[in-house]
C-alpha cells in the first residue's frame, strides 16, 4: 500500500502484527511518525550547527521512510538493511519521489566498519546495541539511536536488561527515564571504548520507545569527561526517596535517610547528565514545519524539553500522594508551591503528572502542604 508522509510518498507493506523478538518482514510502523517528524527537524537543527554534514546513513532502513525523508531535505543519503525486499522497497520508494541515494542490501554492521558518514541513524527493530560498536566508529558527527525493548531497559524485563545493556536497570515510577538514561550509558560506556566522547544534545522517551541523538567527538580525555558522568541512582520503593551519585563502583547507602527503610534499590551505570542541550532542543522545535504529520505534538514536546530541569530523575505526583495517604492536587498549583519554597520545580514529558525539582521527598512533602512530622509514610 502507499502512505504520505512529511512531503513524499512511500509503499510500504502492509498491516502486519510486530512482536518482540520477530524481525523477519520488512515494517512500516505508522506510530513513529513523530519519531521521524522530530529526526528531519534534528537533521535540519544540526546541519545549521554543523555545515559541513551531509552524508546520512539510515542504517536499518526497512521501506527507508527515515533515509527518503532526510534526501527530500537536501542529504547525501546511503539505505541500508540485510533483507533484499527492503532494499527492494528503498530503491522503489527512492524513485517514487525522484530523490537519489545508495541502497545496500547487506549488513550494516559491515558497512558501518568499512565507510563512515556524517550522521548515522539505527533504528532497528527491538535493541540496537547489536549496531552500537560499529555505528560510533562510523559516525563522524552525529549517532541518532531508537530503542524500542523498553522493558528490558526499565527493568521490567530485568535480565534481558542487564545482558543487553550492561547495567542493572530498576522498574520504578519513572521507569520511562531509566530506559532513556540506562541506553545513553551503554552508548556511552561503548563510544568510550574507541576514545569517542557521547554527548546527548535532545532525547525523549515517547509511548513504546526511547531516542536518543549523540554527538560524538574523538579524544580520551573527551571520552574520560563523558564516562564521569555515569554512575548510579539509590531508590527508597517505601517513601520513594532517591539520591543519585556518580562513578562506576555503586555505594548504597545503608538505609533510606527519609524513611528509615531497608529496602534499597540501586541502578546503573545509568547516565546522570543531561539529556539536551537547551538551545538545541529550541532549534528543532523551530524547525518543525506545518507539513509535518505531528507538527503540533513536536513543537509541544519540545518546548517541554526545553523547560525541564533535566537532571536526575524525575517525580510522580500521584504516585507521591498515594504514599503520603492525600488527595493530588492540580500540577500548576504543586509546583508552584515547591517554587513558592525557593525550589526549582518543572514539568516532564514523561506523563502529565510528572515533574522535576531539586527538592527531596520530605522537602516536596512539607513544601506542598503537608508536614511529614503529622503522619507516618
Known sequence: MRVREGGVELSVPGERTAT??????????PDQELNRDLTVAVLRAYRDREPRAET???????????????????????????????AEFCEENLARNDLSGDVVAGDANVLMHRETFDVVDLDPFGTPVPFADAAVRSAGNLLCVTATDTAPLCGAHFRAGVRRYGAVPRNTEYH??????????????????????????????????????????????????????????????????????????????????????????SAGPIWLGPLHETGFVRAVGG?????????????????TLAAELDRPTHYDQHRLCKVWGRPATAMDEFLDALRAAGYEASRTHYGGTTFETDADVAEIRAATGEDPSSSAG
Open 20 to 29: 518482540e523478538g520477530v524481525d523477519e518482514d520488512v515494517f512500516f510502523n
Open 287 to 303: 524547525a518543525v514545519d506545518d507539513g509535518m504529520g505531528t507538527a503540533e505534538a513536536a513543537r509541544g514536546l519540545c518546548s
Open 56 to 86: 546520512y546513513l539510515d542504517a536499518t532502513a526497512a521501506t527507508g521512510v527515515r533515509g527518503i525523508r532526510a534526501a527530500a531535505d537536501g542529504w547525501t543519503v546511503t539505505l541500508c538493511d540485510r533483507d533484499p525486499e527492503a
Open 176 to 265: 520511562a527515564e531509566m530506559g532513556l538514561r540506562v541506553l545513553v550509558s551503554a552508548l556511552v560506556r561503548t563510544a568510550a571504548r574507541y576514545d569517542r566522547a557521547a554527548s546527548p544534545v535532545f532525547s525523549h522517551a515517547t509511548r513504546h520507545y526511547a531516542r536518543t541523538y549523540l554527538e560524538l567527538e574523538s579524544g580520551a580525555g573527551t571520552a574520560d569527561d563523558a564516562v564521569d558522568e555515569l554512575g548510579y541512582v539509590h531508590h527508597c520503593p517505601e517513601c520513594l526517596y532517591r539520591e543519585h551519585a556518580r562513578g562506576l563502583v555503586a555505594d548504597p547507602p545503608d538505609g533510606c535517610p527519609n524513611c528509615g527503610s531497608d529496602q534499597r534499590l
